[in-house]
């Protein structure tokens, strides 16, 4: 985004000898090929124990420890695990924006079964004016609104605590995102659907559907509208294996074609099209499945570039550690 600066890819260490940088991989994830020798119940207790291991590590500290508390499914899993290893009551702080979908309520409960020293924070709209001190601290442009949230909850936590448990990496690790079923929904559809009639037949009836028939296939609390309709149109050429980065990256930007003339410069354009988006998808071994290929883009793209970074650094700007 800054002309002649550059950061090292995740998992990277670069040399400088010579005036010459090299950079060496020290560390990468690899989808896993198989073989699944399991039972479902193996897998889900080997799950179990593994997690556990990891809140055990997460936990060493000599300095007051708590956790975020959203109410949803990653927090709340943390939280009692939190309670279920430690003798004291696990200090949790929740963020609410006084909207139908709020999860404050769904946080008080969960804190009150697990006997939490629980925090409420309110975010109001004038906390918009939050931004550019918050854009300072993340020094690079990350554009995700609960960047305001966050930074409010780490200024909130660091009265009461100097590390922070954080339900990052959930669904990174366990497909919980609605882009994750389209795209395991599109690629079951590809196999029995040829191109040409998801192009032809699909794509013109999709068309016809009332933008609040489609609303009823997602389970997702903003309603798709005339423009999310496009983009599912849009989405029904993009279902062939090969196109798996491509599809992944149109599912998880918010703009496209439509929109970005009247954004980018010409120049900035251009230096995007020479990087097409399905040049950073990942290698992956014969006979991966295809969930396993789509959830390794997003831990060499999403999870490092995205979710990972405004952690850190939204924490780190009040001095608090955030352990994912």
Not at 291 to 318: F, V, Y
């Amino acid at each position: 985004m800054f002309n002649e600066l550059q950061k090292l890819p995740a998992g990277h260490f670069g040399v400088l000898e010579n005036g010459r940088l090299s950079l060496t991989c020290y560390w990468k994830t690899d989808p896993y090929a198989g073989p699944f020798p399991g039972s479902e119940a193996d897998y889900l207790d080997g799950f179990a124990e593994r997690f556990e291991r990891s809140m055990r590590r997460r936990l060493i500290a000599d300095v007051p420890i708590g956790a975020y508390l959203s109410g949803g499914l990653d927090s709340s899993v943390t939280v009692a695990a939190m309670s279920k290893l430690t003798s004291t009551p696990v200090r949790t702080f929740t963020v609410g924006f006084g909207f139908e979908h709020d999860e404050l309520e769904a946080a008080a409960r969960t804190a009150a079964l697990l006997g939490c020293e629980h925090t409420e924070l309110h975010c109001q709209p004038s906390d918009v004016e939050l931004i550019p001190e918050i854009v300072y601290h993340l020094d690079e442009p990350l554009g995700d609104p609960i960047v305001i949230p966050m930074y409010q909850l780490a200024q909130e936590a660091r009265k009461k605590v100097t590390v922070i448990l954080a339900g990052e990496g959930a669904d990174e690790t366990l497909a919980g995102y609605v882009f994750h079923k389209a795209l395991m929904s599109g690629h079951q559809l590809a196999r029995f659907v040829p191109r040409s009639v998801r192009h032809h037949v699909l794509r013109r009836l999709v068309s016809l559907t009332p933008a609040s028939v489609l609303n009823l296939a997602f389970d997702y609390p903003a309603a798709l509208g005339e423009r999310g309709k496009l983009k599912v149109m849009d989405f029904l050429d993009l279902l062939d294996p090969s196109q798996v980065g491509l599809a992944y990256r149109h599912l998880t930007s918010l703009f496209d074609d439509r929109d970005t003339p009247s954004l980018y410069s010409d120049g900035f354009a251009a230096a995007l099209r020479a990087h097409p988006a399905h040049a950073g998808v990942p290698e992956a071994p014969p006979g991966t499945p295809f969930l396993n290929r789509i959830l390794q883009i997003g831990l060499t793209d999403w999870l490092p570039e995205c979710i990972l970074t405004k952690q850190d650094k939204l924490s780190m700007a009040h001095a608090i550690e955030a352990r994912v």
